[in-house]
């Protein structure tokens, strides 16, 4: 896909830390319930980390036990790219930032209760935030 913010991989391994460069340029997964987002729970809007893109609102976020953050749907469905990740032995559907093609983490139809039933699970080094006002 052609991303609206481009730069080349030594430009993003200078603007991001070592754990933001893996998670969102190299597709790794933070270690569950260490994200300083993962308790977060004042009103405002959470972007990607790498270029801010506007991806969930506070509204969206649930507590689904996991140890990431958990969103039941995205602020608009263009904001995120959805692909089909075969990695480690299964079908997963990873989620991607739509403006710059970062790794945000995996979304799996077991949101019980909300919504839509979706649980996007983000990791939260790809996320920033921003309280509301």
């Not at 469905?77 to 983490?105: N, Y």
């Amino acid at each position: 896909m052609d991303y609206e913010i481009r730069k080349s991989e030594n430009e993003w391994r200078e603007q991001l830390g070592a754990e933001q460069f893996a998670v969102l340029r190299q597709a790794a997964t933070e270690r569950p319930w260490t994200g300083e987002l993962l308790d977060e729970q004042r009103a405002g809007l959470y972007a990607c980390a790498a270029c801010g893109n506007e991806l969930f609102q506070s509204g969206t976020k649930f507590d689904s036990g996991c140890g990431w953050p958990s969103f039941y749907e995205s602020v608009r469905p263009e904001a995120v790219q959805l692909l089909v990740d075969d990695t480690l032995g299964m079908r997963r559907t990873e989620v991607r930032c739509a403006a710059c093609g970062s790794h945000l983490g995996h979304v799996f139809p077991d949101g019980y209760g909300t919504p839509t039933g979706d649980r996007y699970c983000m990791n939260s080094v790809a996320l920033s935030f921003k309280a509301g006002e």
